[in-house]
């Protein structure tokens, strides 16, 4: 047997989670916003992956869906309609930059060697409500299902608002430029 058949599903999820790191290190150090959006894309696509290794298909399914496909089709339109390719300067250039993001990078590793060495009941802990048992007692997307429209419709509808108000801005300010 094989290392790859006995470790498969944890190389492959080590794959996809070293992949999203990398591709969101990429999307955040870019000077041009599309490729930052494009390696966005990749980031959100890697991490649907990790959700189909998690057993969690529905959520893949949705991540690609809203977050892949629709948010980040609104994000590169509204950079294409302000024009934004062009390139863009910053102040965290240098070593401070490097030693900023080298600070970041420190305190993500000191977090996930933590996590990694805790028991697992000490980082998963499942309320009495928790979509787990809903998933069980009713199906997986009514449970995903109705607290959005039941408790989180508030939240849900502002942040509808909020895209919908950000996209007539970028449209505002594309028309004085014209």
């Known amino acids: ?8 599903t944890e190389a492959i999820f080590w794959w996809f989670g070293s992949l999203a790191m990398v591709s969101a290190a990429l999307c955040i150090t870019r000077r041009n916003p599309v490729f930052s959006g494009l390696w966005l894309i990749v980031t959100l696509f890697s991490i649907a992956a990790l959700f189909v290794i998690l057993d969690a298909q529905f959520i893949a399914v949705l991540q690609v869906l809203v977050y892949a496909g629709a948010i980040m089709v609104l994000f590169l339109f509204v950079i ?80 509808s608002i909020l895209l919908l108000a950000a996209l007539v801005g970028a449209v505002v300010l594309a028309m004085r430029k014209l």
């Not at 047997?1 to 498969?8: E, Q, R, V």
């Not at 039941?150 to 502002?158: A, G, K, M, N, R």
């Open 80 to 159: 294409m309609l302000l024009n934004l390719g062009r390139q863009v300067t910053t102040d965290l250039k240098g070593p401070t930059g490097a030693g900023i993001a080298v600070g970041l990078a420190g305190l993500l590793l000191f977090q996930l060697l933590i996590l990694r060495h805790a028991a697992p009941s000490e980082v998963i802990t499942l309320p009495a409500g928790s979509v787990a048992r809903l998933a069980q007692e009713q199906g997986l997307v009514a449970s995903i299902a109705r607290p959005l429209f039941d408790t989180y419709l508030l939240p849900f509808e502002v942040t």
């Open 1 to 8: 047997m094989t290392w790859l058949a006995a470790h498969g």
